[in-house]
Every structure is written in structure tokens, then in C-alpha cells.
């Protein structure tokens, strides 16, 4: 079947109707990876583990299911600007399809935390970037405030329009395994993409696409982990610069997620986020950015604590990568040993290749 992006795909799923515009750059369709070497790695074989790679997505994460939709709509509605508070990632997405469209794009970005793929990919597509002195909650505060003020329309993830996109990934899942997982493993920022998960597969299920429904595993960095304290994180600080809110948009529904599916949203540290990453990469060959490995480093800390449940039927694992290692190289080289530096001989090259390890 040719690529038709999720508007297509889904459009019975979705609050389209023919007089939408279709704004897409061919959005979703991502792999679902079996993860045999990782799940032997980890000490996870008694599961069927698969890796959602959203990376793979047009502008490189989740975010382009929720754009697509949330610029048609904009679109159908005569939208000429749209605005959004960002950690990188949407400000990426947001830019891209405001090009596509036509129309004009604000964004509005921590200064200082955002990485430069991000930053360069919002600068590309024409997007109007305003560094805010300030964390992602106060960014999102102006945007809110902004959008009820002026003829602007806000595409963060409070846009319903914006779940309503994201819920597809859950399809797909579905679609691929012939059921829903036993178990999907996360990382939660705004808390958007974990509410638009858990909407999607409760759907799905209504409509006779699947009997079950999976265990909702989300997991914040533990220096920005509001949900699991309970309370807000003034200043919110982790590695991880796409999952450091302190203030999530979508807590109540993050927390119902959980508490519907039985699952837990619980924290993981800045190392066991970085083990994460260096591990996918190196096991399996999936590159994907710090704060999407936070939901792997999550099962990771599950296995070992053995609070994990187990069957004789393998249970299955989705852990949902949720963007491209490549966004943010700088936190690659700082994490991993360097490149080793050699004179140009043959007798120093043989010196490295065969090096007793
Ligand atoms: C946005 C984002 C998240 C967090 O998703 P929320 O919906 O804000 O919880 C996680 N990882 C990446 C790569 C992101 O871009």
C-alpha cells in the first residue's frame, strides 16, 4: 500500500469530514521493531519486546501524528498563524507543517535548553522562534494567554486536535500485533502522548479492533517528575531536555491512564536514562534521543526490582521510542567515549583493529 499519512489512514477515527484540508507530510506508518538483542541484554526473554520507532516520523517524533491534524483543522477553521510553547520537538513539527500549509508559525523555547537539531529544524521551516527567559511552564503560560488574546491558534497539546492524532500510534500497534500489548513502557513530559495512547486503545477496543487492553507504564526523569511527587517542580532539571515539565498539561489524564489500566507512572534518574539510550543504540542499532529512552530505562528498573508480571505465554512489551537520536547529537558525544586518534600507519591501525580486548 502507498504511504497515506494518519489523516488517511484513520480518517474514520478522526474529526475530519471532506471539507478538511489534508495538511501532511506522510506522518506515521513507523516501525514496530522486534527487540530480540535488547530483550537479552536487559534479561527481559521471557517477554516479546517490541520498539515503536516514532523517530522515523517526517520531523523526526510522535509530535507530526498531532500536527497534522491540529494544522487541518486550523486550516478548515482560516487559521493563518498557529503558536506553540516548546521543548524542541513540537516547535520542529509545528514549523514543518505551518510550511506545508502556508501559514505563519510562532514558537516560543526555553532559552538554553533546547537541542540544536530542534532548534535548527524550527529555524528551517520559517518558524518565528522566541527564546523565553524562563522554563517550558512559563513558554506555555504566554502561549495560552496569547492565543485567548490574539487571532492565533495554539497547537500545544492542550488542542484536543493534537490527541486526536497522537491516539493513531496506538492503532498502528494494534493493527501490526492483531491485539493490544500487554504492557506499553513511555516517557511522560506534557503528558500528552500517554492521555492520547490510552484514548486510542480504549477506542480501538470499542470499535471491535481489540478485546485488551495494555498495562499504561509512564515514566518521568526524576528531576522533573511532578506526577510522581504529586506536585509541581518549580524548576524542573534532567538530561532529557523533551520530558523536563514541571507543570504537565495533561496530568488528570495521565493519572487516569494509569489508574484505568492499572500501570504506574513512576520516575527513572538521568544515568539509568542514559544506560537506556547507550543500550538501544548499541544492541539493537535504534538511535533514538535521551528522553525517549526513559520508558525503556523505566522497564529496565521494573525487570530488575522483578515487578514485572510474568507468564508462560510471553506477555508483550511496546516500549514507544519517541524520537530521533540525531535531534540532539551533542548528548551523544558527551556520553560516550571518543573516537580513537591514530598516526597514519599501518602498524598504528593494526594496533587499534586488533587491540587485546
Ligand atoms: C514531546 C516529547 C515527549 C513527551 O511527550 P508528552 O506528550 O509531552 O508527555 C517525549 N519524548 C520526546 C522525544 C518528545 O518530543
Avoid at 526523569?221 to 498539561?249: D, L, Y
Amino acid at each position: 500500500m502507498p504511504r497515506q499519512g494518519i489523516i488517511e489512514r484513520y480518517r474514520a477515527y478522526l474529526p475530519v469530514t471532506e471539507n478538511t484540508p489534508v495538511i501532511s507530510l506522510m506522518e506515521g506508518d513507523t516501525p514496530l521493531l522486534p527487540a530480540k538483542n535488547l530483550a537479552k541484554k536487559i534479561g527481559a526473554e521471557a517477554y516479546e519486546l517490541y520498539l515503536k520507532f516514532e523517530g522515523m516520523n517526517p520531523t523526526g517524533s510522535f509530535k507530526d501524528r498531532g500536527m497534522t491534524l491540529a494544522v487541518s483543522k486550523a486550516v478548515e477553521k482560516g487559521a493563518k498563524t498557529i503558536i506553540c510553547a516548546s521543548t524542541g520537538n513540537t516547535s520542529a513539527s509545528a514549523a514543518a507543517y505551518a510550511a506545508q500549509a502556508g501559514i505563519r508559525c510562532a514558537v516560543l523555547i526555553p532559552s538554553g535548553n533546547i537541542a540544536l537539531g530542534k532548534l535548527s529544524q524550527a529555524l528551517m521551516h520559517g518558524a518565528t522562534v522566541i527564546s523565553v527567559n524562563g522554563n517550558f511552564d512559563d513558554a506555555l503560560t504566554l502561549v495560552k494567554e496569547a492565543a485567548e488574546k490574539f487571532p492565533v491558534t495554539l497547537v500545544n497539546s492542550l488542542n484536543p486536535d493534537r490527541i486526536e492524532g497522537q491516539k493513531t500510534g496506538a492503532f498502528e500497534i494494534v493493527d501490526e500485533l492483531g491485539e493490544a500489548p500487554d504492557f506499553q513502557f513511555m516517557p511522560v513530559g506534557n503528558a500528552g502522548n500517554i492521555t492520547a495512547y490510552w484514548k486510542g486503545y480504549k477506542e480501538y477496543c470499542d470499535r471491535g479492533k481489540c478485546i485488551n487492553l495494555p498495562k499504561m507504564m509512564g515514566f518521568q526523569a526524576a528531576g522533573a517528575a511532578p506526577i510522581v511527587s504529586g506536585k509541581p517542580v518549580e524548576n524542573p532539571e534532567t538530561i532529557a531536555t523533551a520530558i523536563r515539565i514541571g507543570n504537565p498539561a495533561s496530568w488528570k489524564q495521565a493519572e487516569a491512564a494509569k489508574t484505568e489500566s492499572a500501570g504506574v507512572i513512576d520516575s527513572v534518574t538521568d544515568n539509568e536514562i542514559l544506560d537506556a539510550y547507550k543500550i538501544l543504540a548499541a544492541t539493537e542499532g535504534v538511535f533514538c534521543e535521551p528522553a525517549s529512552a526513559a520508558g525503556v530505562a523505566g522497564l529496565i528498573k521494573y525487570l530488575k526490582a522483578g515487578k514485572l508480571e510474568k507468564r508462560i505465554a510471553k506477555l508483550r512489551i511496546v516500549c514507544i521510542l519517541t524520537g530521533h537520536g540525531l535531534k540532539d547529537p551533542e548528548c551523544a558525544i558527551r556520553s560516550i567515549e571518543k573516537p580513537v586518534s591514530i598516526a597514519p600507519s599501518m602498524d598504528a591501525l593494526k594496533s587499534v583493529l586488533f587491540a587485546s580486548a
